[in-house]
C-alpha cells in the first residue's frame, strides 16, 4: 500500500468529502465537537435574524445579515470537509482492500486422515476448519499453517511485490485470506469467523468505524469548550456596555465577534488531525486500531524488540557440531537428528540439513516427542529407553545435575566461547549424560545499529529481549547498539518489564511476532505485531506492522510525534489568531462613540461593517488554507521539548498574529470597493 499513494484532493474523494459536509451539518453530530456546534447554534440564529431582516430593515442592513451568515455557513462546511477529507481518503483505501476480499472457493478437509476435500465457498469456513492450498489457490480465510511450506504473494495487503515464505512451526506460520499461493502445498487450520478476518478488522479500522478520541484530544476539547464559554460570557456582557456608551451592536456583529474569538480553527481541524494521524500511520504499511496508539506513539520512553527476526535478520542457523569429549562425532549427529525429527522450526530443521540426508536415513524405534516450550527450554525424543534432549545450556545442565551427572568442562568451555563469539549454543544430552554442542549463529540485520541511534536522539530507550544466555545476549546487544537487553526470557519476564518501566511514568512500546509475545504486546502502551507473525500476536497488538519491518517503529514514533506537533502549532496558530481578530472587530465597533480607540485601530480598516466581514471571511478562509498543513502534519525535527516550544511559539505563534493582521486587511480592501 506504500505505492498507492493517492493526492491530497482526488476527485472521488473530494466528492465524497464534499457531500459528507452537508451531512455533518446534523446537530446530533455537530453536538460532538462543541466548538463547532456553537458556530452551527449562532449560524442559525443568524440565518433567522437574516429572514426577519428582509421586512423589517434596510436593504442594505439584510443584505450585510445574509451575507454574515453564509459566510458562517462556509465555516461550518469548511471545518466538516476538513474531517470528511480525512475519513474519505481513509475509505478508498478501506475501498482497495474490500476489492481484495472476494468470495474465495476453498478445498476444506473433510477427513483429516485422508486428507479428503469437499470445495465450499470461504464463507461457508468455520474456525477450526482446516483446508488446503496449492500453488496459484488465493488463501480464503485467515488460519495456521499446520503442516508444509509455500511461497505466499501477499502484495494484495502489503503492496510489497516479493513473495514470502509461510511454513508450519515458528513465528511465520499464519497466513492471511486474499493472498495467494505460489508455489507448494499447505495445509491451513482457520482461526477466525466469518466476517472477523484480520482483513475485515483492517477494513474496518481504515474507515475509522472504532475510532475514539484519544485522551489528550478530549482534553484539549474541553479547553476549547472552556474558551468558547469565556467568550460567550465576554459576547453577552458587550451589548449592556454598549447601550451605556451609546454605540449599541448589531446582532450580526456580536455574533461575528463571538465566532471570530472562539478558537474556531483548531475546532474545525482537531477530528481531522487524529483521523490523519491514523492515515499516515497506514501510508507507511501500519495499521493502527486507535488513533490512540498514533498519538501515545510519540510519548513512548522504552521500545522492547525481540531479538530473533527483530534485530538479527531471523532464523538461527546450526554452523557446527561440537562433541562432548568420549563421544564421536558419528554418535552425536544420529543423536542430535533424532532429537531434531519433529522440530519444525527453522533452527531444527538447519540442524537436520547440517548433519546430511545419511544421518537420517536410521529411524528412532517407536519415538515419542517432546515438543520445545518455554518454561523446558528444551525439546528431544524417547525412543529405545533414550531419553535424548536438546536445549538451552542452563536448562541441559540443570537436567543432568538433577540427576546426580556433572555437567563436563570441555562442554561449558565450548558454550561460553560460542555465546562470547554472538552465537547460541544449543547443548545435547542422552539420558541426562551431555553428548555436545551445537553451535547457531545469528547475523544483525544490516543498518540496525544506526536506526536505534536516531531512537536514542528521540529520547527512546531501547531493550533487546531474547531467550539467549546472558553472554550470547550481551554479544548481540553491543553489537546492535541497544540500551539494555532481557536475557533467558520468558514471557513473564517480559511482561514484569513493561509493568515496572510503566510502574516508573514511562509509557513502553513492544514489538513482536510469536505467541509468546502476545502478553507483553497486550500489556505494552503501544504493542506493533508482525503481519508475518501469529495469529495471537496480531489480536493482542494495537498496531500490526505489514511490512514485518521492525524498525518500523522508528516510523510509528515520528507519526506520533508529528501528530503532536501538528495539534501543538495549530492550537497555538488558532489562539494567536485572535489577537489580530480582536484589534480589527472592537475598535472599529465603538471608534465613533469612544475615540480613546482610535489608538488601536492599527489596521486602519473601510468601516465597522467591513471590519466585521473581513475577520468572519477571514475566519472561515483559513479552515481550508490549513487542511493540507492538519492531513500531512507538521514536518517532524528530533529536538528536545523545550526547543519545540519555541519553534512553535516563533513561527505558529508569531505567524498566528500576522497573517491575520495581513489577510484582514487585504480582504478589507476588496470588500470597500463593493461597499
Known sequence: MRNKRQPLLSGPVAVQALRQSFLKMNPLYMIKNPVMFVVELCTVVMLIVSISSVVTAPRAESGYNLLVFLVLLLTLLFANFAEALAEARGKAQADSLRRTREETPARRVTDPATEATETVSSSQLAQGDLFICEAGDIIPADGEIVSGLATVDESAITGESAPVIREAGGDKSSVTGGTRVLSDRIKVLVTTRPGESFLDKMIALVEGAS??????????????????????????????????????????????????????????????????????ALRANVISKSGRAVETAGDIDVLLLDKTGTITIGNRRATRFYPAAG???????????????????????????????????????????????????????????????????????????????????????????????????????????????????????????????????????????????????????????VDDYIAEARPEDKMNYIRNEQAAGRLVAMMGDGTNDAPALAQADVGVAMNNGTQAAREAGNM????????????????????????????????ANDVAKYFAIIPALFIGSVPALQGL???????????????????????????????KGVAYKPLGASALLRRNLFIYGLGGILVPFLGIKLIDLLISLFL
Not at 469548550?225 to 446582532?251: H, K, N, W
Not at 545435547?428 to 536505534?452: H, M, S, T
Not at 467591513?610 to 472561515?620: E, K, M, Q
Request: hydrophobic share 45%; proline share 6%.
Open 327 to 481: 563421544t564421536s562425532e558419528a554418535d552425536f549427529t544420529q543423536a542430535v537428528v533424532w532429537a531434531s525429527l519433529a522440530d519444525e522450526t527453522p533452527e531444527g530443521r538447519s540442524i537436520l540439513e547440517l548433519a546430511g540426508p545419511e544421518a537420517r536415513l536410521q529411524k528412532p524405534e517407536s519415538p515419542e516427542y517432546i515438543r520445545f516450550t518455554a518454561e523446558t527450554r528444551c525439546s528431544g525424543v524417547d525412543t529405545g529407553g533414550m531419553r535424548i534432549r536438546k536445549g538451552a545450556s542452563d536448562a541441559i545442565r540443570r537436567l543432568v545435575e538433577n540427576a546426580g551427572n556433572v555437567f563436563p568442562e570441555d562442554v561449558q568451555e565450548r558454550v561460553d566461547l560460542i555465546s562470547a563469539d554472538g552465537g547460541t549454543p544449543l547443548v545435547l544430552c542422552r539420558n541426562e549424560a551431555v553428548l555436545g554442542v551445537v553451535e547457531l549463529q545469528d547475523v544483525i540485520k544490516p543498518g540496525i545499529r544506526e536506526r536505534f541511534e536516531r531512537l536514542r536522539k528521540m529520547g527512546v530507550k531501547t531493550v533487546m529481549v531474547t531467550g539467549d544466555n546472558p553472554l550470547t545476549a550481551r554479544y548481540i546487544a553491543g553489537k546492535a547498539g
Open 544 to 575: 500490526v506492522d505489514l511490512d514485518n519491518d521492525p524498525t518500523k517503529l522508528i516510523e510509528i514514533v515520528e507519526i506520533g510525534k508529528q501528530l503532536l506537533m501538528t495539534r501543538g502549532t495549530l492550537t497555538t496558530f488558532s489562539i
Open 211 to 280: 475510532r475514539r478520541k484519544t485522551p489528550n484530544e478530549i482534553a484539549l476539547s474541553i479547553l476549547l469548550a472552556g474558551f468558547t464559554l469565556v467568550f460567550v460570557i465576554v459576547t453577552v456582557t458587550l451589548q449592556p456596555f454598549a447601550v451605556f456608551a451609546g454605540a449599541p451592536v448589531s446582532v450580526a456583529a456580536l455574533i461575528s465577534l463571538f465566532v471570530c474569538l472562539i478558537p474556531t480553527t483548531i475546532g474545525g481541524l482537531l477530528s481531522a488531525i487524529g483521523i490523519a494521524g491514523m492515515d499516515r
Open 601 to 631: 485601530n492599527i489596521m486602519r480598516l473601510h468601516s465597522p461593517e467591513s471590519a466585521v466581514l473581513s475577520a468572519v471571511i477571514f475566519n472561515a478562509l483559513i479552515i481550508p488554507a490549513l487542511i493540507p498543513l492538519a492531513l
